[in-house]
């Protein structure tokens, strides 16, 4: 069967593209919207920060040696050794402090005797508990040093507690027995203190770098029932309340503290806070070091040669800002007195000389100022701004001309309140890593609740900001 042909004149209708006006207008919008919205969601966003009331406070931390009015005594015989009277306790004269048993006949007694010694009292266990308190709230693992010196002082108490408990019923016991030992008091009153360390002696004049050395640093404590030798050391008397911290200073230090009389100092170890006198002096080394004066507290450190403490800086009431939002930008420099008022009485600015081919005339030209000293105005130097260096500006109702060229430099931050960066100068009172605390309610500066820019180096001026 034959195929049946197509006929050649037969062709496809194509419809005309039909363009009106409401869909080029709709296709522009399409666009616009998809650019401004890519352009958005690519564009950094500029952070910012809320001002703020507030003041920064730099505790400074120190470690200091402490001197005292401190009186070894030593025994005239050889013998066993046994204690009468608690570290840290006041003794008067006459007071019964230890006794010294030739014979050894004391310390065989008590071996035999053990039913007779008595135990740590409640009253012995609570105060050796605060002493661990107050060590670990304290404790830094960089002062690792100072475990040591706990050591020696809970040694030291823990014998003494249990040897004149002991001692004081026994007495009776041995004179029973027909024991016989030498009794030694105080020859002079004071706080009682078992550890000797050789710096009993020293005075503030005579500190140096090396007494901060506590690599071979050490204390003796002579151990009640412990045989001892004529002439040594036994135990020592503070004889006053008035005692000093010497502490090594840095450079920056001595430029803080130059004018301080006193110094607010708080001691971590025992919640202690206290105010003292205070003032640099030149160690023998020729270095300089900080002396704190106190008149109380002695007994709460008697068992301590080194402690650690902080030194509260004076407290600056302000506006707080964070270090990052600070910038430095430089300025014109004009007379006061070449101020000049436009049309309108807030609007300000200078008379500038404007060159023509009829001649020079002076035309104002309104410029924003961010700030003044009692001679100059501040005014803007960037592109964008209104004067040139070399421009002339004329003194209102006189002849008198100024170049402008002179600049200096101001710190500032970027105020944001209106959409775009603007620089507004500060006055930084105090700072830290990561604060200024500025002065307030200056004419030219920030208020508070003001938006500033976190980053100044992420703006420019004029900029507008995304928030």
Known sequence: MAKKKKNPKIRRYRHPLNLNVGMIIFAIIFVYLTFSVYTYMKKEKVQFYEVVEGNIVN?????????????????DRAGYINYYIREGKRAAIGTRIYSIDETG?????????????????????????????????????????????????????????????????????????????????????????????GYESLTPAQVSEAVFDRTSYSKA?????????????????VTSDDWNIVFPLTDTDVTEYQDQKSLHVTFASNGLETDAAFSIIIGEDGKSYGKLDFNQYMVQFVADRYVSFEVASEKMDGLKIPVTAVATKNFYLIPLDYMAQGGDSSNTGFMKEVYSETGTTAEFVPATIYFSTDEYYYVDMGDQAPFKAGDYIVKPNSQDRFQIGNSASLQGVYNINKGYAVFKQIEILKSNDEYYTI??????????????????NTVYEGELIYQ
């Open 105 to 197: 006949n004391m310390a065989s007694f008590l071996e035999d005797n053990p039913d007779a010694n008595v135990t740590l009292t409640d009253a012995n266990m609570a105060e050796i508990k605060r002493q661990l308190s107050a060590f670990s709230m304290g404790y830094h693992d960089r002062k690792f040093s100072d475990v040591y010196d706990l050591q020696y002082s809970l040694e030291a108490a823990v014998l003494e507690y249990v040897n004149f408990n002991s001692l004081g019923n026994l007495d009776t016991l041995m004179q029973q027995t027909g024991i016989t030992f030498q009794q030694v008091a105080a020859p002079i009153s004071g706080v009682v203190s078992y550890a000797i360390d």
């Open 221 to 237: 404590i002579t151990k009640a029932g412990q045989l001892i030798e004529q002439s040594s050391p036994v135990y020592k008397l």
């Open 59 to 75: 505790d400074h931390q120190y470690t200091g040696i402490i001197l005292r009015n401190e009186r070894v005594e030593q025994t």
């Open 439 to 456: 002065k307030k309610g200056t004419r030219y500066g920030l208020s508070v609740y003001d938006h500033i820019v976190l980053d100044a």
